[in-house]
């Protein structure tokens, strides 16, 4: 295991040189890619719907225009997002709780190294890392949540421990570590989330901080983080959210993540919602419960709820991202401030769609 005091020694020296479900059928089609052109009935307030779903997945908020990944990378994203949208459907078709299919999807992401959750988490400013999660039931409004968390593989686990097995909604660092290891979740060292990748980052980022002659902490990764929500045949929801947060973090920051109401929430009444994006602002927005409340409150559409929080509240803050927001009938939005955002969907008959590029999640 590294020491922390070493890592952060190769950071300074490194910095200057780095540039309703009853009936569904379990059909076996193949994973289908979005097509450049929408497909999805036009929604009022921006985005659009997309209908029958029973579960979507989401990879981060951002940019990704064609042509930007190799045929290699592509099918990398493509295959991790239908392995997360399987599995959880997979869950669902068998009869299980829509907690555990949001939670194995959203374990699928973090066991992946393109994602911004579990192996693949970036490193904050003492090039060590944070990670943020939080799991909610819509039938009971139950939620469990995790931030700072450094020794645990599967955050997003520990969170529905910490839900089911504590009297608590959330813990923070060496004690939820602690209470992992109580709870039969393995230890982790730090080593395991290490990856090129996020290092390079880091290395990026610490350049141009020093470039700026150490204003601000040189953020540069926004999207990224993972989340999954759902729909049971009983016509629950839930939704899961897990991140490794900013690169160059300050240590002991937390996002949106793991705040319920702000990054992850659900309800039968209403919604289930995963957002991702500039988490201090979804905080201060309050953005996934918003959503919710213009559904309950004010009789909106999902589509409608999501992309009001989305694209004109988020923004007027002075921030940007995404959300996947799954209502109980099945209407499934991802609004966005961002050019895109990588997500994925199956629908009823069990087609699994994956869109990666801007232009496969159109605005409008």
């Not at 997979?90 to 994602?115: Q, S, T, W």
């Not at 955050?155 to 909604?169: D, T, W």
Request: hydrophobic share 40%; proline share 5%.
């Amino acid at each position: 295991m590294r020491s922390p005091k070493r890592s952060i020694l190769v950071c300074a020296g490194l910095a200057a040189l780095a540039a309703g479900l009853s009936g569904a059928q379990l059909a076996s089609a193949e994973p289908r890619r979005a097509p450049a052109a929408p497909a999805a009935a036009p929604a009022p307030g921006g985005g659009s719907v997309v209908r029958d779903v029973v579960l979507a997945v989401h990879g981060g908020a951002g940019s990704l225009p064609r042509g930007s990944l190799t045929p290699e990378q592509e099918k990398a994203y493509r295959d991790a997002l239908t392995r997360a949208a399987r599995t959880g459907h997979d869950l669902i078709r068998r009869g299980r709780p829509v907690l555990d299919a949001v939670e194995k999807a959203v374990n699928v992401l973090e066991d992946d190294p393109n994602f911004n959750a579990g192996k693949g988490a970036v490193f904050n400013t003492d090039a060590e890392h944070e990670l943020d999660a939080s799991i909610m039931n819509g039938k009971d409004l139950k939620a469990g949540a995790v931030a700072g968390v450094r020794n645990t593989r599967n955050p997003i686990s520990l969170a529905r421990l910490v839900m089911e097995k504590s009297p608590h909604v959330m813990m923070a660092g060496k004690g939820a570590d602690q209470f992992a290891l109580r709870n039969g979740l393995p230890y982790t060292t730090q080593d395991y989330f290490w990856t090129q990748k996020r290092w390079d980052q880091l290395m990026a980022a610490k350049g141009r901080a020093q470039a700026r002659n150490g204003a601000g902490n040189g953020h540069t990764e926004v999207g990224g983080t993972v989340g999954a929500i759902g729909l049971d045949r009983s016509r629950n929801v839930a939704a899961a959210t897990s991140t490794g947060g900013l690169t160059n973090k300050q240590v002991g920051r937390v996002g949106d993540s793991p705040i319920i109401g702000a990054g992850t929430y659900a309800n039968n009444r209403t919604v289930a919602v995963s957002c991702t994006g500039t988490g201090e602002v979804f905080i201060r927005g309050t953005a996934a419960h918003d959503i919710s409340a213009l559904m309950e409150y004010g009789n909106q559409p999902v589509q409608a709820a999501a992309a009001r929080v989305v694209t004109e509240k988020i923004p007027a803050l002075g921030a940007t991202g995404a959300a996947i927001a799954l209502d109980a009938r099945g209407n499934l939005a991802v609004p966005h401030s961002t050019k895109g955002v990588i997500n994925a969907y199956v629908t009823r008959d069990g087609r699994i769609v994956t869109r990666l590029y801007d232009d496969e999640t159109p605005v409008r």
